[in-house]
């Protein structure tokens, strides 16, 4: 059974800095193409970056220099670290997967950047 569960979220001041962790099971994080997408009141779902099987990464150009994804193959969890935060980053971001031709999607964690 595939599951992804986010963590990390939280308010932070602009121009600092957040972690997001995405607790993968029922498949194997290093093997598989995943992503992380937000969602901000009134706007529809946007991908914010993604990170194939292979390593390659691709991010939406409003965070490219900002965010960074990674994988944790120990403990098969999915991360973004995101820095030089900005107000219009807030969001509501989800960690997400396609597993054999199903999209799956986490609960979403609560990112608020402001002062």
């Known amino acids: 059974q595939v599951q992804l569960v986010e963590s990390g979220g939280g308010l932070v001041q602009p121009g600092g800095s957040l972690r997001l962790s995405c607790a993968a099971s029922g498949f194997t994080v290093s093997i598989t193409n995943m992503a992380w997408y937000r969602q901000a009141p009134g706007k529809e779902r946007e991908l914010v970056a993604s990170i194939t099987s292979g390593g390659s990464t691709n991010f939406a150009e409003s965070v490219k220099g900002r965010f960074t994804i990674s994988r944790d193959n120990a403990k098969n969890t999915l991360d973004l670290q995101m820095n030089s935060l900005k107000p219009e980053d807030t969001a509501v971001y989800y960690c997400?997967?396609?597993?054999?031709?199903?999209?799956?999607w986490g609960q979403g964690t609560q990112v608020t950047v402001s002062s």
């Open positions: 997400s997967v396609v597993v054999r031709g199903f999209h799956y």
